[in-house]
């Protein structure tokens, strides 16, 4: 298995570096373009490709996604990975429906009490979480844009959402 970025694993096959024995691909970090995972897959010894998404305030990994082996396939950034929620949230932070653009923002485990010695940019993104039944729950606003797809998962549509 090789956890990488989109940019170093497209180095690597352009060079014809991906070892016979890698048969997993984790990939997080940026974007994952489409012909990027049809290009993982053409190789036969690559079974699985994962998109993985989480910002650091939310220590590693928030959503994961097993991306198909078809060409065309929509890339997306999956479910929520345990002990995390993930929501897409207007502007007044309500609940978007499946299909409107809104900011990610993720709860749960591992997400961050805020930034050092920067109360101002803490109190903005990690605010009190609206749909937690536990008191005292943060939730972290990424400025990612996103939206629900029918299928469940969540679709990244880019950076820094205007506020």
């Not at 995972?37 to 190789?43: G, H, K, N, S």
Request: hydrophobic share 40%; charged share 20%; net charge negative.
């Amino acid at each position: 298995m090789i956890n990488t970025v989109p940019s170093a694993i497209r180095e690597l096959l352009r060079m014809n570096g991906l070892p016979p024995s890698v048969t997993a691909v984790n990939l997080a970090g940026e974007a994952l373009p489409a012909p990027l995972v049809e290009e993982l897959y053409a190789l036969p010894h690559v079974r699985a490709v994962y998109n993985l998404y989480g910002p650091s305030e939310d220590t590693t990994y928030s959503t994961c996604a097993l991306m198909k082996r078809v060409a065309g396939a929509k890339v997306t950034i999956g479910r929520a990975l345990p002990q995390k929620q993930v929501h897409v949230l207007g502007a007044g932070m309500e609940l978007i429906p499946v299909g409107v653009r809104g900011e990610l923002c993720i709860g749960g485990d591992g997400v961050a009490r805020g930034y050092l010695n920067s109360a101002g940019m803490t109190a903005e993104r990690f605010v009190p979480h609206p749909y937690s039944e536990e008191g005292g729950e943060r939730l972290y606003r990424t400025g990612d844009v996103g939206r629900w797809l029918e299928s469940g998962e969540v679709e990244f549509e880019g950076g820094e959402i205007s506020r």
